[in-house]
């Protein structure tokens, strides 16, 4: 079992649809929960972070993270084309924080105008 | 302000070729990554540097040696490339502690292809 999961995709939805974005882990020790988005040929760029459990909400996007199902989800609210991507979360604490994340193998999502 | 800088962005090599990636941020961070980003396997630490003059193995370090003499430079070397290493390489930089809340800066990559 790897470590954290993620469902590849892709993932396609209408312009306007709300996006639902999963990722599940094995290591009760992360405590820092953070997505990614990578535009095709780029680099991955932070999107949001949350520490422990709880929800953060900033503009269209939400993250959710529920440690007692190691399950953390990222939602898009009123998709847009420009948010289509891949999306990567990635994690980290115990004893491999402060040195590098973990990260998920990304889902694709494309959002149709 | 250019954040991180891979060079080159693309290189074909031969089996058996060496070749260097080199990574540069301005951004005075400590801390250096070099990750591969295969297909369904999501992005896996090479090395990582937590200051000048240090390195460490990450996850899949076998094949590669890096080096950071200056705090702002991240080498990433391949001494006999093998097919296996074609992927694409990516640098971040972060600063440590409680600012890795911050995440990663990234740099835009580099396509390996290994024939």
């Known amino acids: 079992q790897k470590e954290v999961e993620q469902d590849p995709g892709p993932l396609s939805v209408p312009e306007g649809a709300i996006v639902s974005l999963n990722c599940t882990y094995s290591n009760s020790a992360f405590q820092y929960f953070m997505w990614y988005r990578q535009y095709s040929r780029k680099g991955p760029e932070l999107l949001m972070y949350?520490?422990?459990?709880g929800n953060k909400e900033d503009g269209r996007f939400t993250a959710q993270v529920d440690k007692s199902s190691k399950y953390i989800s990222l939602f898009i609210r009123d998709s847009q084309p420009s948010d289509s991507a891949t999306y990567l979360c990635a994690m980290s604490g115990g004893d491999n924080y402060g040195q590098n994340f973990v990260f998920g193998p990304g889902t694709r999502l494309s959002v149709l105008p | 302000n250019a954040g991180v800088t891979q060079t080159p962005k693309f290189r074909v090599l031969k089996t058996g070729q060496s070749m260097t990636l080199l990574c540069a941020q301005d951004?005075?961070?400590?801390?250096m990554y070099w990750y591969r980003q295969d297909p369904g396997m999501g992005l896996r630490l090479i090395h990582y540097s937590v200051g000048e003059g240090t390195t460490a193995k990450g996850e899949v370090p076998d094949g590669y040696n890096v080096s950071r003499l200056k705090k702002q430079n991240f080498l990433l070397g391949l001494e006999s490339a093998a097919p296996s290493q074609t992927s694409v390489y990516f640098c971040a930089s972060s600063y440590p502690g409680t600012d890795l809340l911050y995440g990663y800066t990234f740099g835009s990559g580099t396509r390996l292809t290994v024939v």
């Open positions: 951004m005075n961070h400590e801390y």
């Open positions: 949350t520490y422990s459990s």
